[in-house]
């Protein structure tokens, strides 16, 4: 039986031969064609360096390209306030920010029973009570041209209350002092009830006008009701909001533990 050679390659494994119970030893690292010759080492030894130095080459030209270019970008990059908000404005200016929400209209019952003539948007209300007294008063003309509105959805809100009552009522009230609003101030907003007269309202420099139903108790469960709401002009309406509905339930429904309870 021939004894393993200290020199042999350790890491690879005999060639075990059960037939006739000899066993094949790997031949001794020198001459082993993992390791190469002293030929093969030799005509290895670049590919080597140029493996090891590449990636420091390549290091050394990114941090060049990146010691050229840096100052560039920062000197175009805006570095003031105010450079910022010219920023913003050529932004907007081309693409309309969009609120969603805004419950003027129904500031507007609640404050002066929606008698129009008392309300001059085109005025700084926060100076003007009884807006100025108001937590949830925050709009006027000034204000929405300061913030770069571009179109607003106005809220015909009325309160969970109504349902089953008069919502259908107040409802219909709130769209018309939304129409009204827009009509009054014509010079600043527009009414609009789709994205092409959204995108035209902007390009003529006025507020889109949208308007919004808040809460399918606005609609006394009649289809007739919701096919004249859009009729009017109203192109969105929340399900619930905080008022369960005969067929749904909103976030707040525990609340009303009649329209909750469960069978047993």
Known sequence: MR??????????LPDVAPCNGTVRLPPPCEDSPSSGSSKDRREESPRRRCRVLAPILILVGALL??????PLILQS????????????????TEVPLIDGHNDLPWNVRKFVHNQLGEVNLSS??????????????????????????????WSAYVPCGAAQLNAVQLSLEQ???????????????????????????????????????????????????????????ARYLTLTHACDTSCLFSWRDEQYPKLNARPQ
């Open 65 to 70: 390209l990146g010691g050229l270019c840096l």
């Open 175 to 233: 769209i018309d002092v939304i129409r009204r609003l827009a009509e009054m101030n014509a010079q600043h907003l527009t009414l609009v009830t789709s994205v092409k007269g959204l995108v035209e309202a902007h390009r003529e420099g006025k507020i889109a006008s949208l308007i919004g139903v808040e809460g399918g108790h606005s609609l006394g469960n009649s289809l007739g009701v919701l096919r004249t709401f859009y009729g009017l002009g």
């Open 124 to 153: 700084d209300l926060g100076r003007v009570d009884p807006w100025a007294r108001s937590d949830w008063s925050h709009t006027d003309i000034p204000r929405l041209r300061a913030g770069l509105v571009g179109a607003q959805f």
């Open 3 to 12: 004894l393993l050679n200290l020199t042999t390659c350790l890491t690879e």
């Open 77 to 92: 990059a805006p570095v003031t306030h105010q450079q910022r908000l010219d920023v913003i404005r050529r932004i907007l």
